[in-house]
């Protein structure tokens, strides 16, 4: 079993669409978790961090995370075609030596004008 | 402030043969993390140098090995290179003392073996 599930999609929506992307993890040690976007032929980019379980918003994204089901979120309110990519959830272990991010698969995202 | 770099964008390298990927760190920081990433699928960690010396290393045979040099610079060094080996290696450097998501990534070097 993967530390990390993604559902890799793809997901196509249409522009202005609030689009939910999920990850779940296995390793309880996991402390902070964060949310990438890769456009293709690029590297990740980081979205959002966060190290608590709760909401934390910024501008039209929103990371949710829920520790005791070892769930996170990226909800995308008023989607862009500018905001079709990969989106990649990445966690590190209070535990790694070095910071050591273990990613999802990756979900691609398309906006549809 | 210039961002993470790397070189070269693509490589085309045949099976048995050895190849070196560079990354130059962004300014102020002293540590690089590698990762590769298959296609369809997420970065996987390399290894990750601090300060000139290996400091934590992922699931990866010793054919796979780098170097950090005085300037924090960095390279990836793969012998025998295997048809699996074809992947996008990024680059990834941080200040070594903040927060494990302050990581900053590379374009990328996009390696085919054939």
């Known amino acids: 079993q993967k530390e990390v599930e993604q559902d890799p999609g793809p997901l196509s929506v249409p522009e202005g669409a609030i689009v939910s992307l999920n990850c779940t993890y296995s390793?309880?040690?996991?402390?902070?978790f964060m949310w990438y976007r890769q456009y293709s032929r690029k590297g990740p980019e980081l979205l959002m961090y966060t190290y608590s379980s709760g909401n934390k918003e910024d501008g039209r994204f929103t990371a949710q995370v829920d520790k005791s089901s070892k769930y996170i979120s990226l909800f995308i309110r008023d989607s862009q075609p500018s905001d079709s990519a990969t989106y990649l959830c990445?966690?590190?272990?209070?535990?790694?030596?070095?910071?050591?991010?273990?990613f999802g698969t990756g979900t691609r995202l398309a906006v549809r004008p | 402030e210039t961002g993470v770099t790397q070189s070269p964008t693509h490589l085309i390298k045949t099976r048995g043969q050895q190849v070196t990927l560079r990354c130059s760190s962004q300014s102020g920081h002293n540590t690089v993390s590698w990762y590769q990433q298959a296609l369809g699928q997420g970065p996987q960690f390399i290894f990750q140098y601090y300060r000139e010396e290996e400091n934590g290393r992922g699931n990866f045979p010793p054919r796979f090995s780098g170097l950090q040099f005085p300037n924090y610079s960095s390279e990836l060094n793969v012998n025998a290179l295997e048809l699996d080996d074809s992947a996008l290696y990024l680059c990834?450097?941080?200040?070594?003392?903040?927060?494990?998501?302050?990581?900053?990534f590379g374009p990328g070097t996009r390696l085919t073996v054939t």
């Open positions: 390793n309880s040690a996991f402390q902070y």
């Open positions: 990834a450097s941080s200040s070594g003392q903040g927060a494990p998501y302050e990581q900053y």
């Open positions: 990445a966690m590190v272990s209070s535990r790694s030596s070095g910071d050591k991010l273990t």
